[in-house]
């Protein structure tokens, strides 16, 4: 008769006393400001807003731009881990889409395009955050352009983050040779994979499902 | 490996000799290989026969005790029926027959009162004056033109008048007084057929309960004395109500699935939506454990009344200690059932300020949280989060049921998979018996030319021993 009783407390204890796991999601989103691409950041704040009715309280969400230098916090644009409490966490979603806003009606065009360094902050702020689930989105044709002196060709370590490229349009360049787009998702492909992480492209934005999806 | 086999170049003709060498062994080892045969089918027949057999030990024994613990559960459920009848008719003594003497004096009261008004109605005709006879022997005597005689006879006349006017206002007083009388008997004869129908309905009611103990005394002393008719029945009985409250439980599990949904989400406000337990959210976690609570304070309740009998323990405590705790548990399910209204309410709340934020996210600009009907759903949530934890509380009856039952089903159950495997187990000895006495059969057509030499051999040697003999 005890046996049972101590196997049962001791399943409970192990059932309660065991290390506290995180379930949360940690979603970091890139925004690409440079030269035209611009006229495309409506799509993005669909995007954002699409993400926030899909967090859940105690998820992490960022939102920041690319722009010449990207591996800065002042190129976060809003950022907040939810309450645990969902009404709190309503409140924040809807404080985080005004911050969005505004920056929507704001944005100057940047004259460089870092996105290594955005990528490298990303994964800074979501090992910070330690969630379960990690993912970065990037709203941006992908085409990374350097000031002089900044140093990005380094491995970034992407293990157990998915990076999921949102609508990477065709440049003109692109139209004229589709080799190089072709070999632009190549290259940023086997970045992330040899870093350790997941590669998704998602260009229809139909369908922003797919994002939370596999 | 091939060449092995290769007795000569040829390999029609080495199979032909490894035929014939293996023909020539199987002949010579015919008898051992038989009896081999034999042995081994004989011995896994025999096994198997041992495991029937033990299966079929086990199979009555099972049933024996599942007899047992039918005709034991059926006898508990006769005597806690019979018990409740005379409790009944006691209850009926005790309300209508336990005043029997009172009702017996105010009857024979009531009788007496009536006799005596009776008696008092009695119709008493006026009296005639007495002195009517010497008035008429005046008038037929005197000269009736006489003054003086005239005027007596008019005196006379004017009394006689007098007096049957006085007698005639007596009469109807008095008919009156008889007819007030009469009136007031109505109502104690009304007095006196109420008591005997309450009388005769008791009596009735006793006569019913008493029949009804009479059959159930009947079926008592069949399950006392173990009658196949009384096993029958109670297993019959104890499927159906097994079926009945399965099915009533599971209703029991959906009310509690909603009520389950009704308080998650809220719940979430309490203990944070973000706190796992194992796999599971401690918010989900919460809700179950409330959800148990009522059910388990239901189950108390039920006991604490005597509805329910699964805590022997609870029934033995006194008639004080179980109103106390009938008291406790209606007050924490009471608070319990608050509890949870609020939680629908807050849900309703959280509801709307998610789709508002939903809303805002998607663009459609934020609603107005407040509807006209918005309260209907409200009130309809919060009606539900207090009503079902009361709800649940009688899956106390179906549960002791389903309890009670599902060991005969689970015994029935066991008997006849047991009884399916000693049907197989004999079924594959025999076909391990047969099976040895076909591969017998089949090692003589292997090896039947050197068994039709010998044969033709033995009958020729035979007939010179008897050519020998002769």
Same mark, same amino acid.
């Given at each position: 008769?005890?046996?049972?009783?101590?196997?049962?407390?001791?399943?409970?204890?192990?059932?309660?006393?065991?290390?506290?796991?995180?379930?949360?999601?940690?979603?970091?989103?890139?925004?690409?400001?440079?030269?035209?691409?611009?006229?495309?950041?409506?799509?993005?704040?669909?995007?954002?807003?699409?993400?926030?009715?899909?967090?859940?309280?105690?998820?992490?969400?960022?939102?920041?731009?690319?722009?010449?230098?990207?591996?800065?916090?002042?190129?976060?644009?809003?950022?907040?881990?939810?309450?645990?409490?969902?009404?709190?966490?309503?409140?924040?979603?809807?404080?985080? +889409?005004?911050?969005?806003?505004?920056?929507?009606?704001?944005?100057?065009?940047?004259?460089?395009?870092?996105?290594?360094?955005?990528?490298?902050?990303?994964?800074?702020?979501?090992?910070?955050?330690?969630?379960?689930?990690?993912?970065?989105?990037?709203?941006?044709?992908?085409?990374?352009?350097? +000031?002089?002196?900044?140093?990005?060709?380094?491995?970034?370590?992407?293990?157990?983050?998915?990076?999921?490229?949102?609508?990477?349009?065709?440049?003109?360049?692109?139209?004229?040779?589709?080799?190089?787009?072709?070999?632009?998702?190549?290259?940023?492909? +086997?970045?992330?994979?040899?870093?350790?992480?997941?590669?998704?492209?998602?260009?229809?934005?139909?369908?922003?499902?797919?994002?939370?999806?596999? | 490996?091939?060449?092995?086999?290769?007795?000569?170049?040829?390999?029609?003709?080495?199979?032909?000799?490894?035929?014939?060498?293996?023909?020539?062994?199987?002949?010579?080892?015919?008898?051992?290989?038989?009896?081999?045969?034999?042995?081994?089918?004989?011995?896994?027949?025999?096994?198997?026969?041992?495991?029937?057999?033990?299966?079929?030990?086990?199979?009555?024994?099972?049933?024996?005790?599942?007899?047992?613990?039918?005709?034991?559960?059926?006898?508990?459920?006769?005597?806690?029926?019979?018990?409740?009848?005379?409790?009944?008719?006691?209850?009926?003594?005790?309300?209508?027959?336990?005043?029997?003497?009172?009702?017996?004096?105010?009857?024979?009261?009531?009788?007496?009162?009536?006799?005596?008004?009776?008696?008092?109605?009695?119709?008493?005709?006026?009296?005639?004056?007495?002195?009517?006879?010497?008035?008429?022997?005046?008038?037929?005597?005197?000269?009736?033109?006489?003054?003086?005689?005239?005027?007596?006879?008019?005196?006379?006349?004017?009394?006689?008048?007098?007096?049957? &006017?006085?007698?005639?206002?007596?009469?109807?007083?008095?008919?009156?007084?008889?007819?007030?009388?009469?009136?007031?008997?109505?109502?104690?004869?009304?007095?006196?057929?109420?008591?005997?129908?309450?009388?005769?309905?008791?009596?009735?009611?006793?006569?019913?309960?008493?029949?009804?103990?009479?059959?159930?005394?009947?079926?008592?002393?069949?399950?006392?004395?173990?009658?196949?008719? &009384?096993?029958?029945?109670?297993?019959?009985?104890?499927?159906?109500?097994?079926?009945?409250?399965?099915?009533?439980?599971?209703?029991?599990?959906?009310?509690?699935?909603?009520?389950?949904?009704?308080?998650?989400?809220?719940?979430?406000?309490?203990?944070?939506?973000?706190?796992?337990?194992?796999?599971?959210?401690?918010?989900?976690?919460? &809700?179950?454990?409330?959800?148990?609570?009522?059910?388990?304070?239901?189950?108390?309740?039920?006991?604490?009344?005597?509805?329910?009998?699964?805590?022997?323990?609870?029934?033995?405590?006194?008639?004080?200690?179980?109103?106390?705790?009938?008291?406790?548990?209606?007050?924490?399910?009471?608070?319990?059932?608050?509890?949870?209204?609020?939680?629908?309410?807050?849900?309703?709340?959280?509801?709307?300020?998610?789709?508002?934020?939903?809303?805002?996210?998607?663009?459609?600009?934020?609603?107005?949280?407040?509807?006209?009907?918005?309260?209907?759903?409200?009130?309809?949530?919060?009606?539900?989060?207090?009503?079902?934890?009361?709800?649940?509380?009688?899956?106390?009856?179906?549960?002791?049921?389903?309890?009670?039952?599902?060991?005969?089903?689970?015994?029935?159950? &066991?008997?006849?998979?047991?009884?399916?495997?000693?049907?197989?187990?004999?079924?594959?000895?025999?076909?391990?018996?047969?099976?040895?006495?076909?591969?017998?059969?089949?090692?003589?057509?292997?090896?039947?030319?050197?068994?039709?030499?010998?044969?033709?051999?033995?009958?020729?040697?035979?007939?010179?021993?008897?050519?020998?003999?002769?």
């Amino acid at each position: 008769m005890k046996t049972p009783v101590l196997l049962g407390l001791a399943l409970l204890l192990t059932a309660c006393g065991g290390p506290p796991t995180s379930h949360a999601t940690g979603v970091y989103m890139l925004l690409d400001t440079s030269g035209t691409y611009t006229e495309e950041i409506e799509k993005a704040q669909q995007i954002i807003n699409f993400t926030l009715s899909r967090l859940e309280p105690g998820d992490s969400f960022a939102v920041a731009r690319i722009d010449t230098g990207s591996f800065s916090e002042r190129d976060i644009v809003a950022k907040a881990t939810f309450d645990e409490r969902p009404s709190a966490a309503n409140v924040q979603k809807r404080q985080f +889409q005004t911050r969005i806003d505004e920056f929507v009606r704001t944005v100057r065009p940047s004259g460089y395009t870092d996105i290594s360094g955005g990528l490298l902050q990303a994964l800074e702020y979501l090992d910070e955050k330690a969630p379960r689930r990690r993912t970065i989105f990037i709203f941006s044709d992908l085409k990374e352009d350097l +000031q002089e002196g900044y140093v990005r060709d380094f491995q970034l370590a992407f293990t157990g983050v998915d990076v999921v490229a949102l609508n990477v349009t065709k440049l003109r360049s692109d139209n004229m040779d589709p080799r190089e787009y072709l070999e632009r998702l190549a290259s940023w492909r +086997q970045r992330v994979e040899q870093g350790g992480g997941r590669w998704r492209v998602i260009n229809d934005l139909d369908r922003l499902e797919a994002l939370f999806q596999g | 490996m091939q060449d092995l086999f290769m007795i000569t170049d040829s390999v029609a003709l080495s199979a032909l000799l490894w035929a014939a060498l293996a023909i020539t062994v199987m002949f010579l080892g015919r008898d051992s290989a038989r009896r081999s045969i034999a042995t081994l089918t004989r011995m896994l027949h025999n096994a198997l026969r041992i495991a029937a057999h033990g299966l079929r030990r086990a199979e009555l024994h099972l049933e024996s005790r599942n007899r047992e613990v039918l005709l034991a559960t059926g006898r508990e459920a006769k005597e806690r029926i019979v018990s409740r009848e005379f409790e009944r008719i006691t209850a009926t003594v005790a309300r209508d027959l336990g005043r029997y003497p009172e009702t017996q004096r105010t009857l024979t009261e009531i009788i007496q009162r009536i006799d005596e008004d009776h008696q008092n109605t009695a119709d008493v005709p006026p009296e005639v004056p007495g002195w009517s006879k010497a008035v008429k022997a005046v008038a037929d005597a005197a000269d009736r033109a006489d003054p003086s005689v005239r005027e007596v006879l008019e005196a006379i006349h004017a009394s006689l008048d007098r007096a049957q &006017a006085r007698s005639l206002a007596s009469y109807r007083q008095a008919s009156r007084q008889r007819h007030k009388l009469l009136s007031a008997m109505m109502p104690r004869w009304r007095h006196i057929q109420g008591t005997l129908k309450r009388m005769e309905n008791a009596v009735s009611s006793i006569l019913e309960r008493s029949r009804s103990i009479d059959r159930h005394m009947d079926e008592y002393r069949d399950i006392l004395a173990g009658t196949d008719r &009384a096993v029958q029945t109670l297993s019959t009985s104890a499927l159906v109500q097994f079926t009945v409250s399965a099915l009533v439980i599971a209703v029991a599990v959906g009310g509690a699935v909603i009520n389950f949904s009704l308080i998650a989400r809220p719940m979430a406000e309490m203990v944070g939506g973000t706190s796992y337990i194992g796999t599971f959210r401690t918010a989900d976690i919460a &809700a179950l454990v409330i959800i148990l609570v009522e059910m388990s304070m239901g189950l108390f309740l039920m006991e604490s009344l005597r509805i329910t009998r699964l805590f022997p323990v609870i029934s033995a405590l006194p008639d004080r200690t179980r109103v106390y705790m009938c008291v406790f548990t209606l007050v924490i399910l009471t608070i319990l059932a608050s509890v949870e209204a609020g939680l629908a309410y807050m849900r309703e709340i959280l509801l709307q300020d998610e789709l508002a934020t939903a809303s805002l996210l998607r663009g459609d600009g934020a609603p107005a949280i407040t509807g006209e009907a918005l309260w209907i759903t409200t009130a309809a949530q919060m009606g539900m989060g207090f009503i079902l934890p009361f709800a649940l509380t009688f899956v106390a009856i179906p549960l002791e049921t389903f309890i009670q039952t599902l060991r005969h089903v689970l015994g029935m159950l &066991a008997i006849v998979l047991l009884r399916l495997a000693n049907v197989a187990l004999r079924i594959l000895g025999n076909l391990i018996r047969q099976t040895g006495v076909l591969v017998q059969h089949l090692y003589d057509v292997a090896i039947f030319a050197p068994l039709w030499v010998a044969e033709r051999l033995g009958a020729r040697r035979a007939v010179s021993r008897r050519e020998a003999a002769a």
